[in-house]
């Protein structure tokens, strides 16, 4: 038993309060799944379920939302994925696990995070938050960018290194193509936010924590992305398809969540029978400069084919989107050989997936 993407396509990602302000999780969501199908060749009949990764909506079962207006069977229930950053890719797995138990044959994963219609403050215990918790003890539940600002110092990340990366992820995006991924939604067609940024305008950003800046995180977004998870059967009738040869997601310390995914990403290359020198490609999610730098190097991968075409500092960081960004856009570039898409979250827990081989 094998399973396969034949097909990846996401939304642009939009910063929160832009173009996307006023679309739910569904509006985002849909025309995505209903281009999807479209380009792979798969009626809408054909889905068996819909696995959707959100981390901040309302709560609900937003994927069953999703499958009702993106038009597919009623008997498609949806399954909704909670594990923050990481949901994205985890829901990829989850598909995986339903084809290789012959469970299902044709599944649509991703994810999908309306930051911009997200509730602002929840309530606990009386008093308001904006950062649910993500371990049992408040004083070893540090806010994200606390983390990563604390990884850097501890690795000896440096604010310029960091702003460095930055400037390339940028860089990086702005030459890159990405049309063919990119579902028109509200009449945006491309990644709005990449820039032509420079060390001295990344010098001069507003600090969020320590070395941690408004220039090396990425920004609240809004977006969604999904692939589409098939078996063997029907991968071979495909005019496209990319092998899931393995994933892992596992916790790592929890209030240094930035360095999960180097874990992950060696078991689930150790389990494929891979080294890191292997790879064509890798898709390492850049919620934070240090936190991607640190998986890099963590994890021994090649800076040179890791995010060959900007990754979320130039996009920007729909929560439960992102690994499933990531996903696509392995589903795009890679060609030949092998690949892993690697995601951190909150709470110490790190995702890999390997793609290809």
Known sequence: MSAWLIGGKRTAVVPRGGAFAALRVEDLAAPVIGALLEAAGIAADRVDEVILSNAIGLGGNPARRVALAAGLPERVAGLTVDRQCAGGLDAVLLARALVLAGLAEVVVAGGGESYSTAPERRVRGGALYRQAPFTPWPERDPDMAVAADALGRRLGISRARADAWAVESHARALRADMAGEIVPVAGVVHDPFARALTGAVAARAAVVAGDVTAANAAVAADGAAFVLVVSARVAAGAARALRIAGGVTRGGVPWEPGLAPVAA??????????????????????????QAIACVEGAGLDPARVNVKGGA??????????????????????????????????GGIGTAVVFGG
Do not use: K, N, Q, T
């Open 265 to 290: 990403i060696g078991e689930a290359l150790g389990a494929c029978g891979l080294r890191a020198g292997d790879l064509e490609r890798a898709e390492v999610m850049e919620a934070y400069a240090v």
């Open 313 to 346: 500092l130039a996009r920007g960081h729909p929560v439960g989107a992102s690994g499933a960004v990531l996903a696509v856009r392995m589903f795009a570039d890679l060609e030949r050989g092998s690949g892993v898409a690697a995601i951190a979250s909150a």
